[in-house]
């Protein structure tokens, strides 16, 4: 069976639309859907079996995955990481929503199948009204892990029906939001409460906040 393709506005998302894929992750369903960077392809964070099969698409050991997941806002990553000192949440309040994934020391709320044996966990909250609405709808985070495209000068997909052709088989959903960035998100490692660093350059400038 292919995958639905849902077009969906990218500022103000239709609700019915955003009912369905919120559906289809309860279901234990796969989607592709638009960020404020690349294209991310999820799931339910609770759903193992959902979470295994992203690892298979994206041929990576899931209990080795470096998977991130996606939060509505603030008060959200709150519940599923230990400690955010105060320097590093005023960073993060002036940051997000944006381009940046935040590794911090996840909370016993995070799955194993996630979490694996490191301990920690990235966190996106991404400038993006459809991935917030659907993670705000379904109650939970849900995956993040971006679309590879095997063609080494566009590193990244963004033109969503290119996407559909390639993962149609492989997925339940794909949401079109128009097309995606083609840079992804700044990575940064706040394991140390000592030190924030800058592990990946990507859309965010860190620079003005540190």
């Not at 506005?9 to 369905?20: A, C, S, V, Y």
């Not at 949440?89 to 694996?116: E, R």
């Not at 009204?129 to 963004?158: F, K």
């Not at 995606?180 to 400038?205: H, L, P, Q």
């Amino acid at each position: 069976m292919k995958a639905e393709l849902l077009k969906v506005h990218p500022q103000t998302p239709e609700q019915r639309k955003i009912d369905k894929a919120v559906e289809v992750l309860r279901n234990g369903g796969i989607i592709i859907y638009p960020t404020d960077t690349v294209y991310g392809i999820g799931c339910d964070i609770y759903n193992k079996e959902a979470v295994e099969r992203v690892a298979r698409i994206k041929g990576v050991d899931s209990s080795k995955n470096n998977f991130s997941f996606i939060c509505n806002d603030l008060s959200h990553i709150s519940e599923y990481v230990r400690n955010i000192p105060t320097p590093l949440f005023k960073i993060m309040k002036k940051t997000l929503p944006g381009p940046y994934t935040y590794i911090l020391k996840s909370s016993s709320k995070v799955p194993k199948v996630i979490d694996s044996k490191k301990k920690t966990v990235g966190i996106r909250v991404p400038d993006h009204p459809i991935p917030r609405m659907i993670v705000e709808n379904l109650g939970n985070p849900i995956i993040t892990t971006s679309i590879h495209d095997e063609d080494e000068v566009v590193e990244y997909a963004t033109d969503p029906e290119l996407i559909y052709e390639k993962f149609s088989k492989l997925v339940d959903v794909i949401i079109d939001g128009g097309p995606g960035n083609n840079v992804a998100s700044t990575v940064v490692d706040c394991t140390d409460e000592n030190e924030t660093k800058v592990i990946r350059e990507g859309m965010g400038d860190l620079t003005p906040f540190m």
